[in-house]
């Protein structure tokens, strides 16, 4: 079977994926206010290696974490996630021996559970779904677009996804570690495999560093590649 060659969203795609944002960060702002989760700094982090953490954090941070960072969390003595990004086709053995607090789950479609779960936010649902177009249309709402055709790949990372993300919501501080334009390999898993979408993160993150002064972060080497700001006290190199 031929494989269908993948390409970027031209601008007009991209304006119709991102014609309800405003709406759709109203609801994902109301889910997570009923889990407590706004008006607190934002510790996203990603699973590269060797992680710079900040001492000490600011106060009332909630821990997030990109997909199986908890394991990386737990390495370096942090608490479980109050916010997990995790996929359809996560398995349970990828995420054995987290506490999953609540999670953010991407999916290709919603079905009516999730709509409610979603968009009744006095149940405290634990889970929230996000289909693969509205994390598009949270990068093209914050950021302006995908950065399509800036590498191999036709969007950035889910990485950069949660950064826009949170930024959508309104989060007031957003740190950012574990995210690398430097190194391969997890922290959970020290095999050397090409990490994806380095040239749609670089140029998603330097939009990130000029429009956005709440995110900043604890990687020097990010801060120095991007112009992210690094967090104050975080050790420059």
Partial sequence: MTEIARRPFDGAEE?????????????????????????????????????????PFPARTAHIHVKY???????????PGDLT??????????????????????????SPLTRIRRDLPFLRAKECALTDRERDAFIIGTL???????GDEIRP??????????????????????????SDGYAY???????????????????VAARYPQVMTTEPGLSRITGIPLLPGATAG
């Fill in 85 to 110: 990004f995790l996929l359809t086709k996560t398995k349970p053995e990828d995420v054995a021996g987290l506490e999953l607090r609540a999670v953010l789950r991407l999916c290709k479609r919603h």
């Fill in 15 to 55: 304006q119709a994926i991102a014609k309800d944002f405003a709406a759709l960060s109203a609801r994902h702002t109301a889910w997570l206010e009923g889990r407590g989760l706004t008006n607190r700094p934002w510790f996203i982090l990603g699973s590269a290696p060797d992680p710079h953490v900040p001492e």
């Fill in 69 to 79: 960072a908890g394991h990386a969390a737990r390495q370096h003595g942090l608490p």
């Fill in 157 to 182: 990372s889910n990485g950069i996804a949660l950064i826009a993300y949170a930024i959508a919501v309104g989060i007031p501080q957003i740190i950012v570690a574990g995210i690398s334009l430097e």
């Fill in 189 to 207: 898993d020290r095999s050397a495999r090409t990490r994806r979408h380095l040239a749609e993160d670089r140029a998603a993150l330097a939009v």
């Fill in 144 to 150: 302006g677009t995908l950065f399509g055709g800036s």
